[in-house]
């Protein structure tokens, strides 16, 4: 309580600044914030301050309240001393402020956030990062994830090429393995904040070392920032700053986008110590490459291969392993020769600039072995050539290249094509006029080659140039091209993703009004704006420099006669001016373009000529400057108005009627380019609407085609299976037929014994036919008829009407019930039918005398009736199957 009525107003800024007392720091700092805002670098309390010590323990201020107003007071301190200040106290300060005040109230760490940027925009960023790295590792996940958030602001601040990005991308895969939520979306958040400055560069340092489901987490956060533009520095360092005034002092409007282009120039090549790998190659590497064994040359390169497969490599003499590498690019066995391929891409990538000097001894021989069709090989050729490519350069390949164009072999063509694409598209140097020339020529001649692959990739190649140099180098390149062939080189213009890009050179600055010292003639002395000798015309002859012509002249403009010139102007009189009039000189004390007001009716004041002041032998230059005081002969409005410098005013119409008409060729341009788009889009639809004509007319020819053949394929279905069931069915009927002529041809061939006979034999043709009619009988169609049938007609009647011919006996005797009614009875089939027509048989022998010869002929006879009548219905049978 006796505390609160103390006074510290008497007290010392430092001595405040170390009280005991909370409040005496708090007013302390407060005093001092308001000091430094008005205070100038060079004033005594700034340099009082620098000691970084006292703002050590300012701004870890156990006390929340004094701790913020510190904060405050060290920013303020910060813009008053500048980089001097920021140097000699950062050191002390950044542990201070992240501790303190990252994980403190909103206010507190509103100001440690500005605190760091501040410390960045004075000095540079690498001092404050390598500061904030530690505390990733820190037991606190509370001042891990502030550290997190810090960092997301000042990459968004400054961007990735004023803050290196690296040592940061490598420690995030530590923190997405960490235990905390908070510091895992602090993470992402700075990982998503990287990728809109680096997109897909990053992810070699880190993406490999992250889980699958991480990797699928941060896919989906990447989605909305690929189609955001491409970020620009929010926030500017104070070198930036000085360099942007001192630019836009000096009319240079190009700074900006010099520095959008800086800032897509970002090395993420990781760095790797260099290694000795000459102590791993073999020494008799030469040696083995010789054997006539291809295992052994295989080994000797793998070995090689295991020695130089480091990410980076000291110097040396590989002017031997490279002469073995080429030699094995001409190797029989393919495995020799992609171990060779891979050896060489990872040399390339080790030496990186140094390994230019072996470009020329193992660039052709891998081109010339495009030729191998195997795809492992040539995928490792690639691989290497565009090693060989990023360790040299567009201009020191395309020669290599050209020529392997040239090649008659089609596979050495289109991959070396394809390497010139790729190329194209990787180099950050875009190329010289010269060198588009010879590019271009080259894949025209690809454009008309048979191959569709070679014509395709010899349009990528034009499509990536264009791209590149833009309209104004590369239409003048397709002149001669058809339609179809520029449209598909513009899409692949449009896809293309190049990182070069053709700027013309600038113009130089229009020259200022004042001509420079150098010009000035000897021992004269100018005005200060001296007269700019600007395309004066030429004159027929010209007098010697040394004539004593320094006496006042009668008129103002003399008769070109008498001047020895036509029309010229002494340099002492000439107006620089294009807005001055004829005759209106200035003096000589004065003269100046800037002196335009004079009007043309307005009398000159003439000034006497002195030729005493000026020595005898100047000529031109030791004339006066001052007009005679003789009026002139001829009105000044007739004469003939003499070339003179543009004025100011001029020199800016003419700047801007010059960028009014850039930017009207460049609008003409896009015109050009979105007519041509569109022609080409239209010509594609309309090739697309016919050929969707086409197939619908084409789908419904074989649509209705389809519903013929299905038609008639019914059709002959159905056919096939009646006949099929005809068939079925005849043949059944044949087969019963020829089991029945069996039978009875076995019956008539037994003789009429009755002790001898195995089967009953018929006493008289009525018992026979009695047995014949109780036969089934199959008529044309496969049907059997009945005893009742055979009665009516065909077979049986005539049957028996023949017996009763020969019998008449027999026409008073009826048939049987028996034999009548048994329409399957058999003497074959069935027994008890067999005895009853042989006991009938017997009796009829018995009762009848001389009948059983005749009977067995008549037999014979209907037996040779019914074969008869069998080959007629075979016959018949035939003619139908024929049908």
């Not at 502030?146 to 601040?157: P, Q, R």
Request: charge should be positive; include cysteine; aromatic fraction near 4%.
């Amino acid at each position: 309580m006796g505390d609160e009525g103390e006074d510290f107003s008497q007290l010392a800024l430092p001595d405040l600044f170390t009280h005991k007392n909370w409040k005496a720091r708090k007013s302390g700092y407060e005093s001092a914030s308001k000091e430094f805002k008005v205070a100038q670098p060079s004033n005594p309390i700034i340099r009082e301050f620098t000691d970084g010590q006292l703002w050590k323990g300012a701004v870890s201020d156990s006390n929340v309240a004094a701790q913020q107003e510190a904060l405050n007071a060290y920013n303020a301190f910060l813009d008053a001393s500048g980089t001097d200040g920021a140097r000699k106290t950062r050191t002390h300060t950044v542990a201070g402020v992240v501790e303190k005040g990252l994980p403190g109230r909103p206010a507190a760490k509103q100001a440690a956030l500005e605190t760091l940027l501040l410390l960045i925009e004075l000095d540079k960023a690498d001092p404050i990062v390598e500061e904030l790295l530690p505390f990733l590792s820190h037991k606190q996940p509370k001042l891990i994830a502030a550290t997190l958030a810090a960092l997301t602001n000042i990459f968004h601040a400054y961007g990735c090429k004023v803050v290196e990005p690296k040592p940061v991308i490598k420690a995030l895969p530590k923190i997405y393995g960490h235990a905390d939520k908070n510091v895992r979306a602090e993470g992402q958040n700075l990982t998503v904040e990287l990728y809109r400055w680096l997109r897909e560069a990053m992810k070699p340092l880190f993406w490999g070392e992250l889980k699958e489901v991480q990797q699928k987490d941060l896919e989906k956060l990447f989605e909305p920032v690929k189609n955001e533009p491409v970020p620009k520095q929010e926030r500017l360092l104070r070198s930036q700053q000085a360099a942007k005034e001192e630019a836009e002092a000096a009319g240079d409007p190009a700074v900006e986008e010099e520095e959008a282009e800086e800032a897509a120039e970002i090395d993420l090549e990781p760095e790797y110590e260099a290694v000795d790998v000459f102590a791993k190659i073999p020494k008799d590497f030469s040696d083995r490459l010789a054997s006539s064994k291809w295992k052994d040359r295989k080994e000797a390169l793998d070995e090689t291969f295991a020695a130089v497969n480091v990410p980076s490599m000291q110097e040396g003499p590989f002017d031997e392993i490279f002469r073995g590498l080429a030699k094995s690019m001409k190797d029989a066995n393919i495995a020799v020769v992609t171990v060779a391929a891979n050896c060489v891409e990872c040399i390339a990538k080790g030496l990186r600039r140094s390994f230019a000097r072996y470009r020329s001894g193992i660039l052709a021989p891998m081109l010339e072995r495009f030729k191998e069709k195997k795809a492992t090989v040539t995928d490792a050729i690639a691989a290497a050539c565009d090693a060989v490519f990023m360790s040299t350069g567009l201009g020191e390949i395309q020669t290599d290249v050209m020529e392997a164009l040239t090649n008659k072999n089609p596979q050495i063509k289109e991959h070396s094509a394809k390497f010139l694409a790729r190329c194209l598209k990787a180099t950050k140097d875009a190329p010289t006029p010269e060198q588009t020339k010879e590019i271009a020529e080259a894949a025209k001649k690809l454009l008309t080659e048979s191959a569709v692959t070679l014509r395709d990739v010899g349009a990528e190649i034009l499509g990536v140039l264009w791209k590149i140099m833009g309209d104004r180098n590369m239409l003048s390149q397709l002149d001669g091209l058809d339609d179809i062939r520029k449209n598909k080189i513009k899409e692949f213009s449009d896809a293309a993703e190049v990182k070069a890009k053709w700027k013309p050179k600038a113009a130089p600055p229009p020259r200022p009004a004042a001509a420079p010292a150098g010009k000035k003639p000897t021992g004269t002395k100018r005005p200060a704006g001296g007269v700019k000798k600007t395309a004066p015309p030429k004159p027929p002859s010209s007098p010697p420099l040394d004539e004593p012509a320094l006496q006042p002249r009668p008129t103002s403009r003399p008769a070109p006669a008498k001047t020895g010139a036509a029309g010229l102007k002494p340099p002492g009189i000439k107006a620089p001016s294009g807005l001055q009039k004829p005759g209106l000189k200035a003096p000589a004390g004065t003269a100046s373009p800037r002196r335009q007001g004079v009007a043309p009716d307005e009398p000159a004041q003439a000034s006497p000529a002195k030729p005493a002041l000026s020595a005898p032998g100047r000529g031109l230059a030791g004339r006066p400057l001052g007009k005679p005081s003789t009026a002139p002969s001829s009105p000044p409005r007739e004469q003939t108005p003499q070339p003179s410098a543009l004025s100011s005013i001029e020199r800016q119409e003419l700047s801007e009627l010059r960028s009014s008409v850039e930017l009207l060729q460049q609008t003409n341009s896009d015109l050009r380019n979105d007519k041509m788009k569109l022609s080409s889009q239209i010509t594609e639809l309309q090739n697309q609407n016919a050929q969707l004509i086409e197939d619908h007319t084409r789908d419904v020819l074989q649509i209705k085609a389809k519903e013929t053949q299905l038609v008639r394929a019914r059709s002959d279905a159905e056919n096939a299976e009646d006949r099929a069931n005809s068939l079925s069915k005849e043949i059944d009927r044949l087969k019963r037929e020829m089991s029945r002529l069996g039978r009875v041809r076995s019956g008539s061939d037994v003789p009429s014994d009755d002790a001898a006979a195995p089967r009953p034999a018929y006493g008289s043709s009525r018992a026979y036919t009695a047995h014949v009619s109780s036969r089934p009988y199959s008529d044309g169609e496969g049907k059997e008829n009945i005893p009742d049938r055979v009665g009516d007609g065909k077979l049986s009647g005539h049957i028996s009407a023949s017996n009763n011919a020969h019998n008449p006996s027999n026409l008073s005797r009826p048939m049987s019930n028996g034999a009548a009614s048994s329409g399957r009875a058999t003497p074959a089939s069935n027994p008890e039918s067999e005895g009853v027509a042989g006991q009938g048989s017997v009796d009829m022998n018995r009762t009848t005398s001389g009948e059983g010869v005749e009977s067995w002929r008549r037999a014979a006879e209907v037996t040779q009736n019914l074969k008869a009548r069998i080959e007629m219905m075979k016959a018949r049978q035939n003619i139908g199957r024929g049908q």
